[in-house]
């Protein structure tokens, strides 16, 4: 199949093309297939492009079997059109996938790892390894990464016909089924020679820096993760603004931020602690109330379900056999019914159809959640 413009200059960024057709796809979509197309549309673990055609967003885009591009459009076009490519996001991936060649050929000439996929995803990428990686080894790969990015060495693409590829020492995972012609190869400077139809930079100098940010095991090997260009830049700065928000949270410099959030979480804890100490004596104290006044009800407009078992424990405790309904929340919230076992369970589900909610419990013990908490009292009536 021929090379589309994108393949032949990544840095091309528009052109003008004929509408050779454009069907009904669906709902207000249509599939478009034009004269020439500037837009990469997916392969290789690459993303499509963004762009417009005719000034309509394109919506997908996919290679039909002829080699035809085929874009997905919210309107109709005809006649000739401009066709014009999100550069941002363009340039974003020729930065990515330079680097993920760049990072294989490394990791597999220097710790012997073979790249068996890449994933180029929306905020971070990542390869598969088929082998593991020490701490040590990936603070050395990354090291080496950058090195050569700092080296400023070419990318360049050529042809070559299937028969030449291994007297060329071509980096490859296999051509698809059924290919045929020459195949495009992507090289870097001294470093890989490589099978792809991506779009990439044209200078390793150009990727800026390379960032790992994590692994994790992968069928015997390791998945990689990595940020590149323009994605460490972007990552550098969010958190450096984490770190100044931080900063003035904490009333204290980056370096001490680990301390004082150790502070801070001792604290947390500790005041917890008290918390759960001061409300376990209330309940209590509500409880023991409650039985003492024979009061069937008890609305608090804050609290949970903990809070009101807490109370309904020391109630039944200081007074065996005392039904009550205990309610918390405004509108909304939780609701509890202790007693003896079969006045609750006929009496539970009524309460609770009042409430506006459900509910179920055993031995004594109705529990559920209302929407309908402003009915409190007429629930309480149904206990006289």
């Known amino acids: 199949m021929p090379l589309l413009p994108c393949q032949i200059d990544s840095y091309r960024q528009s052109n003008r093309a004929a509408v050779r057709s454009c069907e009904p796809a669906g709902e207000s979509t249509f599939d478009v297939v034009l004269s020439e197309s500037v837009l990469y549309p997916e392969g290789g673990g690459q ?85 593991m990686l020490s701490a040590a080894d990936l603070t050395a790969l990354e090291a080496a990464v950058n090195a050569e990015v700092r080296a400023a060495r070419p990318v360049a693409t050529k042809l070559a016909r299937p028969d030449e590829l291994a007297a060329l020492g071509v980096r490859t995972r296999g051509l698809p089924e059924g290919f045929q012609g020459d195949v495009r190869l992507v090289s870097i400077e001294g470093i890989d020679l490589n099978t792809c139809g991506g779009t990439h930079a044209a200078n390793t100098a150009e990727l800026q820096a390379l960032k790992l940010t994590g692994t994790e095991p992968m069928r015997g090997g390791t998945r990689l993760f990595y940020l590149a260009g323009g994605r460490v830049l972007g990552a550098l700065d969010g958190a450096l603004g984490r770190e100044r928000a931080l900063s003035r949270l904490l009333t204290c410099p980056a370096a001490e931020h680990a301390d004082a959030v150790a502070r801070v979480m001792a604290g947390a804890k500790s005041a917890g602690k008290e918390k759960k100490g001061l409300l376990s004596e209330l309940a209590g104290l509500i409880g023991r109330e409650l039985a003492a006044s024979g009061t069937a009800h008890l609305h608090r407009p804050a609290g949970d379900m903990g809070f009101l078992s807490a109370v309904a424990g020391a109630a039944g405790r200081a007074k065996p056999g005392l039904t009550v309904l205990l309610t918390a929340g405004s509108q909304e919230g939780v609701f509890l019914l202790i007693g003896p076992p079969d006045r609750v369970s006929a009496l539970g589900p009524r309460i609770a159809e009042v409430l506006g909610g459900r509910g179920g419990g055993a031995r004594g013990r109705f529990q559920g959640k209302g929407s309908r908490l402003d009915r409190a009292a007429e629930a309480a009536a149904l206990l006289a």
């Open 47 to 131: 993303p499509s492009d963004g762009g417009t055609v005719g000034g309509l967003p394109v919506m997908s885009l996919r290679t039909r079997s002829d080699g035809a591009v085929v874009h997905t459009l919210g309107g109709a076009v005809s006649g000739e059109v401009e066709v014009t490519v999100d550069w941002s996001r363009r340039y974003d991936h020729m930065q990515q996938h330079t680097s993920q060649h760049l990072l294989t050929a490394i990791a597999q000439d220097r710790f012997g790892l073979a790249t068996t996929a890449f994933h180029l995803g929306a905020e971070r990428c990542d390869i598969e390894l088929d082998g």
